[in-house]
């Protein structure tokens, strides 16, 4: 039998560590935004897919939660939510893992934006939101749009029309404050009027959601919206810092890995931290400042000049300085440990299979498990 490190210089690497008290402080940042707003939160769970993180954020009482997979809305069930938002366009096939799960007590919600998913979905007597289009992003309907009456019709005709949802995903495109602002504004504003058409229209419209994490912290008035939404605020990542969401000392998630080889007349210095650990995700790629496949801090987590995880292949890493870097190649012997902040939390969380939280208190790592599929 093999027992958990009680040191981070014992963990194998790669190793996805979490800091505690950053992600506390991410978490009790979003909860305080939404009171001042005066709305509810429902957390998106995608990214975490943890049980020991969700009881962080509802205590006690586990509150709503969002999620992205039926699979998590089954983990996140078993473990005590029962108001859950299946926020991915509901697919015909799938409505009897929700009928199951809503059949155990689960209070599963589904979205959808067509007549042919609400004739399913009136079908099987599942609760429904009706995705609205806020940005031209995804999916979606307008508020002028004829068939957004049609869908709440069918779904009011057999009581499942719970509200209206959308996400303004094009204010990842975006950068700064007052730039978030104004997508949250757009968002609050779309989804509000699609609201309005339906109530006109003698239909109920009970939940009004909006979200993505930089509307959600860049929101000033949320008038006429019920909830909100967010997920990879409770990590934060590279991404939402180079759009300043975030600074990069918010940055809760991180990849531990190990110094293997040096290959000095290219300035390289190879680890075993490849885009199996990191993921492919270049999402910085198209950002002011290209973080290549993530930023490098030392083993306590403290940034490291200039340096990046410029190239990965599958299993190897190479460290390298940015291109117009001032600073000199650090000497990091064979054997030296790292850190690297990741581009896009999502991703790279789910090339692991546990979280090695860092307790806020310190002492020893603590093994918290993450899961996976659909």
Known sequence: MTTDPTRIEDLATPALLLDEGKMTRNIERLAARARALGVSLRPH??????????????GDMPGPITVSTLAEAEAFHAAGHGDILYAVGIAPQKLARVQALREGGCDLTVILDSPEQAKAVAEARVPALIEIDSDGHRGGRRAEDPALIEIGRILYGAECLRGVMTHAGDSYGVRGEAAHAEFAERERRAVVAAAEVLRRDGLPCPAVSVGSTPTAHAARDLTGVTELRAGVYMFFD?????????????????VLTTVIGHQRDKGWIMIDAGWMAMSRDRGTAAQDVDQGYGLVCDAEGRILDGLIVGSANQEHGVVSLRPGADAALPDLPIGTRLRILPNHACATAAQHDRYHLLPAAGGAPKVWHRFGGW
Request: charged fraction near 30%; hydrophobic fraction near 50%; proline fraction near 0%.
């Open 45 to 58: 769970l995608k990214t975490a897919k943890c049980i020991e993180i969700a009881r962080r954020l509802g």
């Open 238 to 254: 590279l991404v939402m810092a180079g759009i300043e969401v975030c600074e990069t000392e918010d940055i809760a998630l991180s």
